[in-house]
């Protein structure tokens, strides 16, 4: 099953009816998760949930950007997150190092994602070969640097000085995050983007697949994107809500960790 461009609004879908608790749920937790592993954290959502069919738990989904999540766990806006998964290390590193009392043990590395850039169908751009020569390049989309963004700053260092002055030249459509950047190009008039190899890629029988007619090309030898998770702290969380806690992160590093190799992540140091 290829990706197709309605993606996203298929996860839309899907999370709001996660974010339908059953009445008769013992127990529930709530989820803050990045764009960029919304749809791998929707399916593993459902299969933690059909795993434990009898414990009553529920999990309402939430999602938010980094930025948002973080300033919203910070300031103790309900509902405050039970576990916050991030696009990378940059947020729960913060909440760790400015705001310890607000998490639970160590940020945690749930899954990995590849820089690509990419060019849909709709646009015919043949990109597979990599970043074109400055004289042909054309406007492209790509998740902000300045903000640490991780797909930004490894596609800058793809860039290098090419980055500086496409910017000069009017050429570059700035982003919050790689699912924004894969956004651009497929309802914009944004000629190929820099994303996550998971915005554009399915593999749910084990075999990669990708919109037919679309391009891409994968940067192998940058630095692996990392996504982190933090258990976040709670004085109103129940016994029943802390078990739910303790066995969905379990599963989400263990057995529920396929959801995301079916959304073309690496599992951590795979």
Sequence with gaps: ???????????????????????????????????????????????????????GYSVSLKIVSDAAAKDGIVAGNAPVPDLFLSKSFVAPLDLKLNHPTLIVGDPFPYAEDTLVLYSSADKNIDISGGVPSFSHLQPFSIPTPATLDPYGVAAALVLKGTYLRAVRNGLVLKTEDAAGSYAAVEYLTTSYGFTGKSQICSAVAGVEEFEPGSFHHEFTNTTPIVLA????????????????LTDFVNYLTGTGSVNFTQHCFKLPGA
Excluded: W, Y
Excluded at 29 to 46: C, E, G, K, Y
Excluded at 229 to 244: L, P
């Design 1 to 55: 099953m290829f990706v197709s461009k309605f993606k996203h609004l298929a996860l839309a879908v899907s999370a709001a009816m996660l974010l339908c608790p059953s009445a008769q749920a013992a127990s529930s937790i709530t989820v803050s998760v990045t764009p960029i592993a919304a749809n791998a954290v929707a399916d593993l959502v459902s299969d933690f949930l059909n795993a434990f069919p009898t414990s």
């Design 229 to 244: 998770g933090v258990k976040i702290a709670s004085s109103t969380r129940t016994a029943a809500q802390e078990t739910e």
